[in-house]
């Protein structure tokens, strides 16, 4: 699948839900932050809005 979502708990980025996609040469091409506890798109082919509100239960 060319689609990753993490919620980036460490200290790089607290608090913060990363969608990275368009991989190409073993890399991704993008990364898009977005504060946690927000409605994160996922683009194609997921395609679907993520609820991040539950996953604040576990930053802290």
Excluded: C
């Amino acid at each position: 699948m060319p689609i990753e979502d993490f919620a980036d708990l460490a200290e790089v980025a607290p608090n913060t839900v990363v969608v990275y996609s368009e991989p190409k040469d073993g890399r991704y091409q993008q990364a898009a932050a977005h504060p946690l506890g927000t409605p994160v798109e996922l683009p194609a082919p997921v395609g679907f809005t993520l609820d991040t509100e539950e996953l604040k239960d576990y930053a802290d």
